[in-house]
């Protein structure tokens, strides 16, 4: 299937914690998208999911894929955009007042 | 409130050692993920965008003050300091790792809790009346059944792998508040002429993509025969529910697609021909279930004297909070005071570890040591001499949870959405807080009557949308979030699916076309008139000329 971005980086969960995770350059998996590794090229692209369904095989992540990212490292699309950077819940009075008390 | 057996015990226990087990083959590589998925699924844990979330089961919504304080406990322990409270009555926590979920069940068993059947195709946890055993109003308490069936689904071998989830709801009082309607199969338990129960059995309600209100199925049902009857209408959903197509595995689509007349039949011959042999000791089940659940010593509590309001200082905002919050009681000097998880700008639902363990502190002082879920993600002191009200008030004060908002716009149902949920479309929490935001200023002001918002953040309306007065979708359109709303649903023994209003709109602009909704329900509303009687009256298109301005 043909990129539809310029750059895509390559987003799992891991296995252990569940916590969304993305592939490096040296193959390994990091929980910060700074560390992700940037692909511009398809082929490559591709190859690298290849390593990163070997990582779902070596049982250290689950589900991994594409995700066609902006030059700002956001995600084009709402759903990865919001797994990329948390929820986008602000104001939450509740755990405010513990941290307060 | 039922206390486990040794049975119980072993179950919960022996589960959380089977799932420990479980979880180490997957993280030793020697079951895959499509192998463990099912098996992580049956207790309740899912994975979500960010992380696992786990359901723990509040079976019919009912927690002991001890229950609630490990909640707590776990909140802080293993996530992230606050739980979720959910529709069915359930808490969720957003934040476990699959690493800890084992402890996590261990420390649930020591309380006799688990996460047995909060997902998966199996009968879920069953939901009803958040005031059962205290409503004023109450003709048959319907614990002691809830517990019946919660023990005859749990782990039922022929019910692990229906065609799809299954839910069920009771009542025992005219007055809905378990939303029977909306149900697989929703119950009616109600007191026949020689006094003893019976129950009016409710078939193929339920929400999701094609949402329907239950069909009356059978009426008048005696208990020692109902057990028998609720398992026919399992076998029969479980031979004939459709596999191919999981949008169409509900029963409600069973009841439509074969007809009320002949279904019946079917479940009628499966009534006669199955073997009655498990259900002979129904009664003796059921008396069981009562003498091992604690029952409040009322006439104790009545010597318990506390700081009270005697009415000699003014307190509007006390007064505020009873009139809209505190519900009657069955015994006379008690009521129910309602603890809503809804602050203004708040998310639904969502409570702290810190007021997780203040509530369990204020059941024990205060409530005979229970607490209840609510379906609307509300909590309930159950059962509170009305002489310590004062003293309770001031108790949530401090802890931020007196909001008098109980049944308003304000205190609106929305489930996870885009957020946390995989299977979302769009976010809801963030459209609940900037709608709650706006309209509690509203509804400070003006006598609005009970009206409900529900807000789900995909088509499986977990939040209850198509039931609500106002309901809102949140949907995808073309990569952007664009969200539906319907009018004049209700989720009360008059239960009805709302209609859709018109054109899908920004979720910037959701609480604008709410309160206007609301501005012109005040405006044309006659005396006495709800918003979805109003609705009922008017019909849409005034509504939909307001609403689109
Ligand atoms: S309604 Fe959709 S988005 Fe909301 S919790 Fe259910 S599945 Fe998730």
């Keep these: 299937m043909p990129l539809k971005h310029s750059q895509s980086i390559i987003i799992a969960n891991d296995l252990r914690t569940g916590r969304t995770v993305y592939l490096t350059e040296d193959s390994r998996w990091s929980d910060s998208v700074v560390d992700a590794e940037l692909l511009d090229q398809q082929d490559y692209a591709e190859s690298r999911l290849v390593t990163a369904l070997s990582g779902e095989g070596a049982n250290l992540v689950i589900d991994p894929y594409l995700v066609g990212i902006e030059p700002d490292l956001c995600a084009s699309n709402i759903r990865e955009r919001i797994r990329l950077s948390g929820p986008t819940i602000i104001n939450n009075a509740r755990v405010g007042i513990d941290q307060a008390a | 409130m039922y206390q486990y057996d040794q049975l119980d015990q072993s179950i919960v226990e022996q589960r959380s050692a089977e799932f420990r087990a479980q979880v180490e083959r997957r993280l030793a590589g020697s079951i895959s993920e499509a192998e463990f998925k099912p098996l992580r699924l049956m207790n309740g844990l899912y994975l979500q965008l960010h992380a696992y979330m786990l359901r723990v089961a509040i079976p019919y919504g009912v927690l002991s003050s001890k229950q609630m304080a490990k909640l707590a406990d776990i909140a802080d322990k293993y996530d992230r300091g606050y739980g979720h409270f959910t529709t069915r009555q359930n808490i969720q926590f957003n934040w476990p790792k699959l690493i800890e979920t084992p402890d996590i069940l261990d420390d649930l068993a020591g309380v006799q809790m688990h996460a047995i059947q909060t997902s998966g195709n199996c009968i879920r946890n069953i939901t009803t009346d958040p005031f059962a055993g205290a409503a004023a109003d109450e003709e048959v308490d319907p614990r002691p059944l809830c517990e019946l069936l919660r023990q005859w689904s749990t782990l039922h071998p022929e019910f692990a792998y229906l065609p799809r989830k299954f839910k069920f709801a009771i009542t025992g009082s005219a007055i809905d508040r378990a939303a029977i309607k909306v149900h697989d199969i929703g119950l009616r338990l109600r007191k026949g002429s020689d006094n003893r129960p019976l129950t009016d059995i409710w078939v193929g309600g339920g929400q999701g993509r094609t949402p329907k209100v239950a069909q009356l199925f059978k009426q008048g049902v005696a208990l020692e025969d109902l057990l028998p009857y609720l398992e026919a209408i399992m076998r029969v959903y479980n031979r004939y529910g459709r596999r191919d197509n999981k949008y169409k595995a509900r029963i409600k689509i069973l009841l439509a697609e074969t007809g009320l007349e002949k279904l019946q039949e079917q479940v009628e011959a499966e009534f006669q021909s199955l073997d009655r042999t498990p259900f002979v000791n129904v009664a003796a089940e059921l008396q069981r279930i009562t003498e091992n659940s604690l029952t409040p010593d009322y006439a104790s509590h009545n010597e318990s004297g506390e700081l009270t309001n005697n009415g000699s200082v003014p307190h509007p905002e006390f007064d505020a909070w009873k009139q809209q919050n505190v519900k009657p009681h069955k015994v006379r000097g008690y009521v129910i005071a309602m603890v809503s998880l809804k602050p203004a700008g708040g998310i639904p ?53 007196a909001e008098d908002n109980i049944d308003l716009p304000s205190d609106i149902i929305a489930c996870p959405g885009l957020d946390y949920c995989a299977l979302a479309t769009a976010r809801s929490i963030p459209i609940a807080q900037a709608v709650s935001a706006k309209i509690r200023a509203t509804e400070k002001k003006t006598d609005l009557g009970g009206i409900s918002v529900n807000i789900s953040g995909c088509i499986n309306a977990c939040a209850h949308h198509h039931v609500a007065n106002i309901g809102v979708l949140g949907l995808n359109k073309g990569g952007v979030e664009n969200y539906q709303l319907t009018l004049g649903g209700r989720n009360d023994q008059n239960a009805s699916i709302g209609e859709r209003l018109g054109p899908g709109v920004s979720g910037d602009e959701v609480p604008h076309v709410i309160e206007r909704i609301i501005d012109f329900y005040v405006d044309v509303r006659d005396a006495g008139e709800s918003l979805s009687d109003t609705y009922d009256r008017v019909g849409k298109e005034p509504f939909k000329e307001a609403a689109y301005v």
Excluded: C, K
């Design chain 2, 349 to 401: 639902g969502d409570a702290t570890s810190r007021q997780m363990r203040e509530l369990a502190e204020l059941a024990v002082r205060y409530s005979h040591d229970e607490l209840r879920v609510t379906h609307r993600q509300n909590l309930v002191l159950p059962h509170v001499l009305e002489r310590d009200l004062f003293a309770l008030w001031q108790a949530l004060v401090e802890i931020e949870l």
